[in-house]
């Protein structure tokens, strides 16, 4: 039967003060966190981890003893991992328990090595684990954090505008996975059947390169388009993407494509039956946008 | 039994789906539409998707079925209001309709039919 849970009880205040002491020390960021809030934190788990260690189960955390334990490491560094702190300032939190907890071993078992030896494995054994435990819930929290973002970016960079009166352009900024043409296709589509638009351009300029899934995206976007009665237009095809799609041997046929926007948006007047002229003979720049007939 | 109504508008008909179609109401529809297009010898069918929800690969076969079929009888045949979703659908099926020929609304859809008709009447002339 291991000694520690009644060496981690009788000495728990000393063994806060020396861990206090050595955080203050080494890790102490107090432009992130106040040290008051750090006292309070590191009583709650020392409470806790006391409280575990009378389980008897001093190796395996994965028991009903341990809930109390896993609960608050999980929830300090999901704070911390929002406060800022690396994740080793964050493991350090929990692995700068071990000198306090060492001292403690080596006063009381002073007189047997063997002993001492003993306790000072499984102690080491208990805290990596734990400091394990805190980097996971770290690392747990900041992938969350990513996938939100990514979350937000892909809704930020679809955006539909209305050019003219059933003319609507759609710029593609980024590559085009999966995920995200199924955004596109359907705020396309969506806006296609609010604006009533007979014109989809798609513009291509910012999407850095087209492989034969892009591709496929793109086309599967047109095809769905065509069934609602719109017809798209891809503007914006770089002559790098030209000599790539063709020797990717991708078949375009049946889909418009323009190099520019500019000339997506003058065919699609041109089909809706309206044309750009000159109020003043060409001899203004200034232009006009008027229905013929 | 339940059927699908096909109206008679001049030289064009038009198809109003606003049921749920179950695969025996299609094929009914099929059987009534070449039907009345022989029957009225019409150039043009018009077939409004808009308040359809849910669609199937049969229903998708069905409407190429449709068209193609109008196209032997000598009539265009365009589906209009096609919702994202069913689009969205019909498209992951890997069925693009290739044959049908597909609008916005009843409007713009009548509005290619008139123009395919004037189509016709230009090669007759030229």
């Known amino acids: ?69 896993r609960e608050l490491l999980t929830a300090i560094s999901a704070s911390r991992a929002k406060q800022g702190f690396t994740t080793s300032e964050t493991a350090t939190f929990v692995l700068s328990l071990k000198q306090p907890v060492f001292n403690v071993i080596r006063k009381e078992l002073a007189a047997t090595p063997d002993a001492m030896f003993e306790e000072i494995w499984k102690a080491t054994h208990l805290l990596d684990k734990l400091a394990l435990l805190t980097a996971d819930a770290f690392q747990d929290t900041r992938e969350k954090f990513i996938a939100r973002q990514q979350e937000e970016l892909m809704e930020l960079s679809t955006p539909v505008v209305k050019l003219w009166d059933g003319i609507l352009a759609l710029p593609i900024i980024g590559t085009l996975d999966s995920a995200r043409t199924q955004v596109v296709m359907e705020s396309l589509l969506q806006a296609v059947v609010q604006t009533n ?15 034969t ?48 926007l500019a000339d997506a948006f003058a065919l699609a007047l041109q089909r809706t039956g309206k044309s750009v002229i000159s109020t003043d003979g060409g001899n203004t720049k200034k232009t006009l946008f008027k229905k013929e007939g | ?18 049921v749920d179609m179950h695969d025996r109401l299609a ?28 669609v199937d690969s049969f229903i ?13 009888l000598d009539a265009e045949t365009v589906v209009v209001g096609m919702q994202p979703a069913v689009a969205i659908t019909l498209v992951e099926l890997g069925m693009s309709l290739t ?9 713009t859809g009548m509005e290619l039919l008139y123009e395919l008709r004037g189509d016709f009447h230009s090669e007759m002339g030229g």
């Open chain 2, 60 to 72: 998708g076969r069905m409407l190429a079925n449709i068209a193609a079929m109008a196209r032997v």
């Open chain 2, 1 to 18: 039994m339940e059927r699908i109504p096909i109206l008679r508008m001049g030289q064009f008909l038009l198809v109003t789906i606003q």
């Open chain 2, 99 to 107: 044959g049908v020929r597909t609008a916005l609304n009843v409007e």
């Open chain 1, 1 to 69: 039967m291991s000694k520690l849970p009644e060496m981690i009880s009788k000495h728990e205040e000393a063994i806060r003060a020396d861990w206090l002491k050595t955080m203050s020390a080494a890790t102490r960021r107090s432009d992130l966190m106040s040290s008051e809030e750090m006292k309070a934190q590191s009583q709650e788990l020392l409470a806790a981890i006391a409280n575990g260690t009378k389980s008897g189960e001093i190796t395996n955390l994965d028991g009903p003893a341990w809930n109390a334990v």
């Open chain 2, 27 to 54: 094929l009914q529809l099929q059987d009534d539409l070449t039907e009345k297009i022989s029957e009225w010898s019409s150039r043009g069918v018009l077939i409004d998707i808009s308040t359809l929800e849910i």
């Open chain 1, 213 to 260: 899934l892009v591709a496929q995206h793109l086309l599967k976007t047109i095809t769905a388009a065509r069934l609602m009665g719109a017809e798209c237009i891809i503007s914006g095809v770089r002559p790098q993407i030209a000599q790539t799609i063709v020797h990717l041997g991708i078949d375009l046929a049946g889909v418009i494509t323009k190099a520019k």
């Open chain 1, 197 to 211: 638009s007979r014109f989809a351009i798609i513009d291509i300029t910012g999407v850095p390169t087209v492989d």
